[in-house]
């Protein structure tokens, strides 16, 4: 059962131009959401997070949104630029639970064409 | 600030052998948590340790372990080596996840022949 799920497995889309990355979750405990960034051979770059208290939260060029209701979150990247190229990942935790465990989506894969 | 350093970075390993991932922390980081990253599964969780106490386990056989040191480093042991072993291992770091997040090593390639 994949509680975290990333729906397109690639996206492409042209310099300067928003990049809109969605992730859908089902388990309702979830209350901490992320999204990380991930180059070939490095780890995981976390970019930035919400929890469900709020329904947006911004940082620069990096946008993320969360739909509590439909259980939706969506990432938004703008301008998006070349080196903007990787695999993002959504995550999710119940962080009143005080873990280091993250569910993570399958990923999807953005390609920034200049 | 050093990141969080994995070692070594390439293992080649023969089934039913073991082997040992380290870990090192970011300084005054008190978690630890391992991640399998596979092609097939993806990013799955292994395990987390907060001061030198298993706080947390995913869903992996008993083949695989954990410690943590006093000095928050970790270390990670899978017995009995098989080959759908084969994975990134991640090692990530985090003073405290329910006000941080975590952040992650390079991670450790292993492969299983």
């Known amino acids: 059962d994949q509680q975290v799920k990333q729906n397109s497995p690639s996206l492409s889309v042209q310099e300067g131009r928003i990049s809109i990355l969605n992730c859908d979750y089902t388990?309702?405990?979830?209350?901490?959401f992320l999204w990380y960034k991930k180059y070939p051979a490095e780890g995981p770059t976390f970019l930035i997070s919400?929890?469900?208290?709020?329904d947006k939260n911004e940082d620069g060029r990096f946008t993320v949104f969360l739909n509590k209701s439909a259980k939706h979150l969506s990432l938004h990247i703008v301008p998006s630029q070349p080196g903007d190229s990787a695999v993002y990942f959504c995550a999710a935790s119940g962080v009143s639970s005080n873990t280091g465990k993250l569910i993570f989506g399958q990923g999807t894969t953005l390609q920034v064409k200049p | 600030k050093a990141g969080v350093t994995q070692t070594p970075r390439y293992l080649i390993k023969t089934r039913g052998q073991q082997v040992t991932l380290s870990c090192s922390p970011i300084s005054g980081h008190r978690s630890v948590s391992w991640y399998q990253q596979t092609p097939g599964q993806g990013l799955q969780f292994l395990f987390e340790y907060f001061s030198e106490t298993q706080r947390n386990k995913g869903n992996f056989p008993g083949r695989f372990s954990g410690r943590q040191f006093s000095n928050s480093r970790s270390e990670m042991n899978v017995s009995t080596l098989e080959l759908g072993d084969s994975a990134l291992y991640l090692c990530?770091?985090?003073?405290?996840?329910?006000?941080?997040?975590?952040?992650f090593g390079n991670g450790t390639r292993l492969t299983v022949t």
């Open positions: 919400i929890s469900s208290i709020k």
């Open positions: 990530a770091s985090s003073f405290d996840p329910a006000e941080s997040p975590l952040h």
């Open positions: 388990n309702s405990m979830f209350d901490y």
